[in-house]
T-cell receptor
């Protein structure tokens, strides 16, 4: 099946620093999604990307859909304490049935005071 | 918009009990709902895809007789964990896709299942 490699697995940063994480896939996706999950809650969609090369921002967050359609990155600028959580990339390919999302293993973001 | 409600949020029960989890799309119609399982500090793993009015499609390795899925309406899907055992303890999350089908999943807040 499809696999997503997400890195880094965890990040320990100082408040105010910029953050970058990425996902690569062994196969092509039509859609790349980035979610944030807080403990005990479901994932919340941050950014959705639908076209290869697309660069989309949501406040301090910026994400890009790679040209090859096999990768995506998420950047967070000027991190704040509420950015702490687990970030997941997810890929989706339409057609061939109503398949669920394929998730990366997550990036744990920890912000040190 | 696009609110998905999952109930209950936490269940603690004895081994051998069957547990039903509900997933409702509150303000949109969902032809497809997905059930995921997440173990501590791990990612979400798709268990099954539930289509309204038809049988669910299970991922490889997921026992369909163990995890019964019913999607009787465009706003409700249920997952029943039958004869639950401690190894079934996990965080179960549903996701609903609207009829517009743009690929995004709207997630519920999850159900934490603890089997004693």
């Amino acid at each position: 099946g499809q696999q997503l490699n997400q890195s880094p697995q965890s990040m320990f940063i100082q408040e105010g620093e910029d953050v970058s994480m990425n996902c690569t896939s062994s196969s092509i996706f039509n859609t790349w999604l980035w979610y944030k999950q807080d403990p005990g809650e479901g994932p919340v969609l941050l950014i959705a990307l639908y076209k290869a090369g697309e660069l989309t921002s949501n406040g301090r967050l910026t994400a890009q859909f790679g040209i090859t359609r096999k990768d995506s990155f998420l950047n967070i600028s000027a991190s704040i304490p509420s950015d702490v959580g687990i970030y997941f990339c997810a890929g989706y390919s339409s057609g061939g049935g109503a398949d669920g999302l394929t998730f990366g293993k997550g990036t744990h973001l920890i912000i040190q005071p | 918009g696009a609110v998905v409600s999952q109930h209950p949020s936490w269940v603690i029960c004895k081994s051998g009990t069957s547990v039903k989890i509900e997933c409702r799309s509150l303000d949109f119609q969902a032809t497809t709902m997905f059930w995921y399982r997440q173990f501590p500090k791990q990612s979400l793993m798709l268990m099954a895809t539930s289509n309204e009015g038809s049988k669910a499609t299970y991922e490889q390795g997921v026992e369909k007789d163990k995890f019964l899925i019913n999607h009787a309406s465009l706003t409700l899907s249920t997952l029943t964990v039958t004869s639950a055992h401690p190894e079934d303890s996990s965080f179960y999350i549903c996701s609903a896709r609207s009829v517009t089908g743009d690929g995004r999943g709207h997630f519920g807040d999850g159900t934490r299942l603890s089997i004693l």
